[in-house]
Structure formats: structure tokens, C-alpha cells
């Protein structure tokens, strides 16, 4: 009894002490490139992180909300994108510049594989965050912590058909993001800011790539 009154009165010290998450404040800061083409239907975009450990969950969110918005075509994660086209997309490969993309599509074996998959864009994302965490308010099992932090989500789309590359956007959210450190688990983020500027993000490439209306049969 006096253990469960001791847990009641810790979490009621972390309810004083944190703020309770609310949703961020997300902005498209910079919008795709007007001179990107919608999709026609059955064409393929392959969405890469652009470093591997910072920027994977990044690449897989926009990947997932591409793959939702976009049902008539193909959205292909990193891993399909370089076991196809082995070994010319492997980290640190993609194109960076438009010199990079026509040294990598004058590549025979390359311009033949990317007709018979019908890939036109791939889609370089990016994440970066800023913040800090105020120290949290400990319990039996761990602690509660806060901080306010903000997060990029930037993307870089190579067009393959145009042989370049184009500007892909950049969205941004800034709120309360929360942690819990649990003495078994690690820190377990509560509350995340990264995913609704990956979402802003995606909705704004969506917008652009989707196939026309007057394309659907």
C-alpha cells in the first residue's frame, strides 16, 4: 500500500512538472519544385535516406505516406531501390548534383534497368532536429523528461528522365517533445516532432507527383 501511495505521488509530480504534448506547429518552409512532372500511372518513385542512421526513420515515414497518397503507382523503399539496381545505389552513391545524375545515367546497364522498372524519381530525404531536453523528474523505474525542439524534414528529388536534380522541399515543426528513460527499455520518446514534419513534408511531394485526374480510367 504505502508503495502504490508513493508511485500515485511521483506520477503526480511529473503531471505538475511536464507539460502535457501538444500538437506542433508544422510549416512548409520551402515547397517542391514547380518544374517537377506529376507521375504517370504505373511509374515507380524509390524514396532514400540520405545518411543512413540519422535519417532512416525520416526516408521510411515519407515512404509510407507516398506509398498511401500515391495507390497508382509504385513507391519503392531504399532496400528494393539498390538490390534492383545493384551496386550504383549503395550509401553514399545516390547523385548529389546534376553532374552525378548524367554520370549515372549514362551508365548502359543503368538506363536499361531503370526502362524496364519505370522508375522516374528518386526522392533523397533528409532529417535534422534541434533542441534541448530539461532534466526529467525521476521515479522508481526511470524518468519523465521535456524539452522543445524543432525538426527539418528535406528532401532532394532526382529526376531521371530531366537527368537532374530538383528541389524536393522542406517542412518544419516546433513543439514539446516528451521522453520517459526506463531503467530496461532505454528512452522511449512520448511525444515525437520528427513525424509531422515528415508528414507535411510528403503531403506537399504528394500534391506534385500524383497522376493527373484526367489520367484515371
Known amino acids: 500500500m504505502i508503495?502504490?501511495?508513493l508511485v500515485l505521488a511521483r506520477s503526480l509530480v511529473v503531471a505538475a512538472c511536464v507539460p502535457v504534448p501538444t500538437p506542433p506547429v508544422v510549416s512548409l518552409?520551402?515547397?517542391?519544385?514547380a518544374e517537377l512532372d506529376p507521375l504517370e500511372e504505373g511509374e515507380a518513385v524509390a524514396v532514400l535516406p540520405n545518411r543512413e542512421r540519422e535519417s532512416g526513420f525520416a526516408a521510411d515515414c515519407v515512404r509510407?505516406?507516398?506509398?498511401?497518397?500515391?495507390?497508382?503507382?509504385?513507391?519503392?523503399?531504399?532496400?528494393q531501390a539498390r538490390d534492383f539496381l545493384f551496386p550504383w545505389l549503395?550509401?553514399?552513391?545516390?547523385?548529389?548534383?546534376?553532374a552525378e545524375v548524367r554520370v549515372f545515367m549514362a551508365r548502359r546497364a543503368v538506363a536499361e534497368k531503370l526502362e524496364g522498372l519505370r522508375l522516374r524519381y528518386l526522392v533523397v530525404v533528409d532529417l535534422s532536429s534541434t533542441g534541448k531536453l530539461e532534466d526529467g523528474v525521476?521515479?522508481?523505474?526511470?524518468?519523465?523528461?521535456?524539452g522543445r525542439w524543432s525538426a527539418r524534414a528535406i528532401a532532394q528529388v532526382v529526376d531521371l528522365e530531366a537527368a537532374?536534380?530538383?528541389?524536393?522541399?522542406?517542412?518544419?515543426?516546433?513543439?514539446?517533445r516528451g521522453?520517459?528513460?526506463?531503467?530496461?527499455?532505454?528512452?522511449?520518446?512520448?511525444?515525437?516532432?520528427?513525424?509531422?514534419?515528415?508528414?507535411?513534408?510528403?503531403?506537399?511531394?504528394?500534391?506534385e507527383l500524383k497522376p493527373a485526374a484526367?489520367?484515371?480510367?
Do not use: W
Not at 138 to 146: K, Q
Not at 214 to 217: M, N, V
Open 3 to 5: 508503495l502504490r501511495l
Open 29 to 33: 518552409e520551402q515547397p517542391p519544385s
Open 64 to 79: 509510407d505516406k507516398l506509398a498511401q497518397g500515391l495507390p497508382r503507382n509504385r513507391v519503392l523503399t531504399a532496400d
Open 90 to 98: 549503395e550509401p553514399g552513391q545516390v547523385p548529389e548534383d546534376d
Open 138 to 146: 525521476e521515479l522508481l523505474i526511470g524518468e519523465f523528461g521535456y
Open 164 to 176: 537532374c536534380c530538383r528541389r524536393g522541399g522542406t517542412a518544419r515543426a516546433t513543439g514539446i
Open 179 to 207: 521522453y520517459a528513460h526506463m531503467v530496461f527499455y532505454g528512452v522511449v520518446v512520448l511525444s515525437s516532432i520528427e513525424e509531422p514534419a515528415c508528414d507535411r513534408l510528403s503531403a506537399a511531394l504528394v500534391q
Open 214 to 217: 484526367s489520367d484515371a480510367h
